[in-house]
């Protein structure tokens, strides 16, 4: 049995420390922010290279207030993807904002920079790239446009915590970066968790403030805000899991290795990874042209599988009124009926790998589209 990632294997690693973490937060009667999320803040803010960290409840607070922080509201467009989960759109939604859809690169997956200029209104506000499955977008070009036209770049990077590109950090590059710290996240909480990272003092400081409430003091309200609060237990876990951040990523990126290696003469497009960038792959996705049959023979084999994601944000039934229709991004909805997600985990053996693989070319892959 292979799971499709294994988060008892990595609390088996930690449980001494986690568990003891977990404990003191209990006995000091602090619950909410606090010295654990602070300590937090300040780790993460290092690890990505930027001056500030908010630590918020979730991932889709982090998007929602960097939006609100940065003055996107009603009327205004907000350029993304619809090849991600439904949250970058959501909260785009949740600000008041519309969300204008490009497509993306037939390789690297990722927001296609050659899209974003047919798609920009005298309404467009910002563009909110995804570092999907943890490879980061094509950040140089969608700087540029952006600074071109005057807009805010928000990173959606909730897949992608210490991905590079050229050398900088996910979260670092463009006006604010937004993680999610989701259980199965390459950094998870024990709960929910996300935070928002920013070199601008300024946008830090309306993120403090939104997400406790507009409060600039007790019951002193300066904003309408939000309880997107961080846990301290929430923190005390990720300050754990800072410790072993890195050794776990490599270990990721080892396992796409093997996956690589065996799979370079399986005939499927696979994740391109740049030379120059790092992929930290919280998925590790092939595009399988009769993805069926393949999900039916690792199955058959013990072997879990995902899809990340069957339905693009465009075709789902939540967000017909944004008025889209099949046919409107044709890589995105073809890596939808394609992409199949293989089990990552640090703790993934070679031996393991090679299971998959095996199981994997035993299903013919018929000519791509
Ligand atoms: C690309 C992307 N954006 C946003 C989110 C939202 O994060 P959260 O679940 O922490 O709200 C997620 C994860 O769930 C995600 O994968």
């Known amino acids: 049995?292979?799971?499709?990632?294994?988060?008892?294997?990595?609390?088996s690693e930690i449980k001494p420390q986690v568990d003891a973490a977990i404990l003191r937060v209990v006995e000091s009667g602090q619950y909410v922010l606090g010295p654990d999320v602070a300590a937090f803040e300040e780790r993460f803010a290092a690890y990505c290279d930027v001056g500030y960290c908010r630590a918020l409840n979730t991932g889709t607070s982090a998007l929602h207030l960097a939006l609100l922080a940065t003055g996107i509201g009603l009327g205004d467009e907000v350029i993304t993807v619809s090849m991600t989960f439904v949250a970058t759109t959501a909260a785009i939604l949740y600000s008041g904002?519309?969300?204008?859809?490009?497509?993306?690169?037939?390789?690297?997956?990722?927001?296609?920079p050659a899209a974003i200029e047919a798609a920009i209104t005298p309404r467009t506000k910002a563009i909110m790239p995804v570092h999907l499955h943890g490879l980061m977008a094509d950040m140089d070009p969608i700087m540029e446009i952006a600074r071109r036209h005057g807009l805010i770049v928000i990173e959606d990077a909730a897949q992608a915590h210490g991905a590079e590109y050229k050398g900088r950090r996910a979260g670092s590059i463009g006006d604010i970066g937004c993680f999610s710290f989701y259980p199965g996240k390459n950094l998870g909480a024990y709960g929910e968790g996300g935070a928002a990272v920013t070199?601008?003092?300024?946008?830090?400081?309306?993120?403090?403030?939104?997400?406790?409430?507009?409060?600039?003091?007790?019951?002193?309200?300066?904003?309408a805000g939000y309880n997107?609060?961080?846990?301290?237990?929430?923190?005390?876990?990720?300050?754990?899991?800072?410790?072993?951040i890195e050794k776990w990523t490599e270990a990721r990126r080892t396992v796409a290795t093997h996956y690589d290696r065996m799979l370079s003469s399986s005939g499927l497009r696979r994740p391109m990874a740049p030379a120059d960038g790092r992929h930290v792959y919280h998925v590790y996705a092939v595009e399988h042209p009769d993805r069926d049959a393949a999900i039916k023979a690792l199955q058959a084999s013990g072997i879990a599988t995902g899809i990340h994601y069957p339905v693009p944000v465009h075709l789902q039934k939540a967000?017909?009124?944004?008025?889209?229709?099949a046919g409107d991004f044709p890589v995105t909805e073809r890596l939808a009926e394609q992409f199949l997600s293989l089990p990552i985990y640090p703790e993934l053996q070679e031996k393991q790998v090679a299971e998959v693989v095996r199981e994997l070319n035993s299903v013919r892959v018929p000519e791509f589209a």
Not at 1 to 11: E, G, R, T
Not at 199 to 223: C, F, M, N, T
Not at 231 to 239: E, K, P, R, T
């Open 319 to 325: 967000y017909a009124d944004l008025g889209y229709k």
């Open 199 to 223: 070199s601008d003092p300024a946008l830090a400081q309306r993120i403090s403030l939104l997400r406790d409430w507009g409060q600039e003091a007790k019951y002193r309200h300066v904003l």
């Open 228 to 244: 997107y609060r961080m846990d301290s237990i929430q923190a005390a876990v990720l300050n754990v899991k800072m410790n072993y």
């Open 1 to 11: 049995m292979i799971p499709f990632l294994d988060l008892k294997a990595q609390y």
């Open 97 to 112: 904002a519309r969300p204008v859809f490009v497509d993306v690169d037939p390789v690297s997956w990722t927001m296609d």
